[in-house]
């Protein structure tokens, strides 16, 4: 699939779903553009972006991630608990078209350990683009119902992703 797409000339991007080990709370990106008008200011997205001619998905996200983030320690402990979800083309609302975006999920190993991510994400000038923001499961739920609150269509994704939550949730429940 996504060879044909970036046959055509199809951008592909990468970018990491944050949560905690219990998959009840996550981190996102929520975009600051002082650019009057922008489309992009106030939206969630992920933390993450576009390709370059020749990387791969994880050698994107790896520099995304120090693009983005002032703590190297804390990128090497994402990357380390990353791992790849299914690629899917989402709609690129903003900028029109679409593009075939490479979903990751890093899932903090305790609660600690997630309150150790998110102290280092929160602190003043630690994001650069927007600012990081917690959102529960519950919170998170009811956002995705607003696609124009999420850019380029990474509700989409996040709803896969709490289907496929729910549904490993059922099978625990019958066990």
């Not at 008008?37 to 370059?52: P, Q, T």
């Not at 078209?97 to 490479?102: D, K, L, N, P, T």
């Not at 102290?119 to 959102?135: M, P, Q, S």
Request: hydrophobic content about 40%; some cysteine; proline content about 5%.
């Amino acid at each position: 699939m996504s060879d044909a797409l970036q046959a055509k000339g199809c951008p592909h991007g990468s970018a990491v779903l944050i949560q905690d080990w219990r998959c009840s709370g996550f981190i996102l990106l929520k975009k600051i553009d002082p650019t009057p008008g922008s489309v992009f200011d106030g939206k969630y997205s992920l933390f993450g972006g576009r390709c370059r001619p020749g990387e791969n998905s994880e050698q994107t996200l790896e520099r995304e991630l120090r693009e983005e983030w002032q703590d190297r320690t804390l990128i090497a402990d994402v990357m380390r608990r990353a791992f790849a979800v299914k690629p899917m083309v989402l709609p690129a609302r903003e900028w029109g078209g679409s593009y075939v975006f490479h979903p990751y999920v890093a899932s903090a190993t305790s609660e600690e350990h997630f309150k150790d991510w998110l102290t280092i994400l929160l602190e003043e000038g630690a994001v650069k683009e927007g600012r990081a923001v917690y959102l529960s499961r519950h919170q998170l739920l009811e956002e995705i119902n607003s696609p124009e609150k999420f850019l380029a269509g990474l509700e989409m994704m996040i709803r896969r992703h709490f289907d496929l939550l729910m549904r490993s949730d059922q099978r625990i429940r019958m066990i």
